[in-house]
């Protein structure tokens, strides 16, 4: 038997984002983030985290030119980790990664170049996934999901979104699992805007603890109350994700548990479509909602 172990490079970068996918990710309970990064995360088959912003010692030229050797070495078989909306506006300038030439690489470039021969490429949290709160209103930078820019740019390299704001940890080392045991996830895998279903396959108001008082019309007037909080901007109507029984800070709670309303971070509507945050969803063709 053979005790060799795979590597699977992996670049992280954060481009229009808080860090805030990173800080959840970081917080993994089972496995812990040492095991994540240490062990193997599942038999014979290892992780290894190439670039990380923020775990990693190095810093400046090495940094890049450990990025860019990864690329050239492991062609076709590292994974890119995209934290953050892509910036494209007036050439990608609001957002760079070193320099070439002496001059800025905007993200957008590098995120091409290593997308372009990557794996795969993994969109964590709803920036990198659909644009999220650097795309709102009115966009001055022009800040776009990873998958959307890909289809522009032509690049046909998969791109796996794992939205959230944050993400929950489960999803990402989930989806890092799978691509160790079973591939990429494939068509059947994922939902129409590249959710694994695994996490992303029901609506929260299927498994929501507070869908009693839904269907029996008993509403919350406001935030802390035991009652169904539709009235007070609940979207859980409308946005797809485990969190009901996942729960978050290993299982404990989640936002509806707290009494606050879902605000629909996991959708590709956050967040000006989900928005006010506070107020009653007022679409007339949601599923199962009534007038008021």
């Known amino acids: 038997m053979s005790n060799e172990v795979a590597e699977y490079p992996v670049i992280w970068l954060q481009a229009a984002c808080c860090t805030g996918c990173s800080i959840s990710v970081l917080n ?37 030119e450990l990025m860019e050797t990864t690329a050239e070495v492991d062609k076709g078989k590292y994974i890119l980790v995209v934290e953050g909306a892509v910036p494209t506006a007036d050439n990608g300038i609001y957002g760079t990664l070193g320099e070439r030439d002496g001059h800025p690489v905007p993200m957008k ?97 299927e498994n929501c603890p507070r869908r009693a008082y839904f269907d029996e019309g008993k509403f919350a007037k406001k935030q802390g109350e ?12 409308i946005t797809y994700s485990d969190c009901p029984t996942r729960r978050w800070n290993n299982g404990k709670n989640w936002c509806i548990g707290v009494g606050a309303p879902c605000n629909g971070c996991t959708q590709p509507e956050f967040p ?15 599923p199962k909602i009534g007038d008021e």
């Open 28 to 64: 993994t309970v089972s496995p812990s983030i040492k095991n994540v990064l240490i062990d193997q995360l599942v038999p014979g088959k290892h992780v290894s985290m190439r670039v990380h912003p923020n775990v990693m010692a190095g810093s400046g030229e090495m940094v890049i």
């Open 109 to 205: 470039e590098r995120i091409k170049e290593l997308g372009t021969n990557a794996l795969a490429v993994v969109s964590v949290g709803t920036c990198a996934a659909f644009g999220g709160i650097p795309s709102g209103n009115p966009n001055p930078t022009a800040c776009k999901g990873v998958k959307e820019y890909f289809e522009e740019e032509g690049i046909a390299t998969p791109v796996v979104n794992v939205p959230g704001c944050p993400p929950h940890p489960d999803w990402f080392v989930g989806v890092l699992a799978h691509v160790l045991v079973l591939g990429l996830p494939g068509a059947e895998d994922v939902d129409d805007v590249g959710r694994p279903l695994l996490f992303y396959g029901n609506l929260i108001h």
């Open 272 to 286: 000006d479509n989900v928005a006010p945050f506070y107020e009653k969803i007022t679409e007339d063709n949601l």
């Open 226 to 237: 035991p009652e169904c909080l539709y009235y007070v901007g609940c979207k859980g109507p």
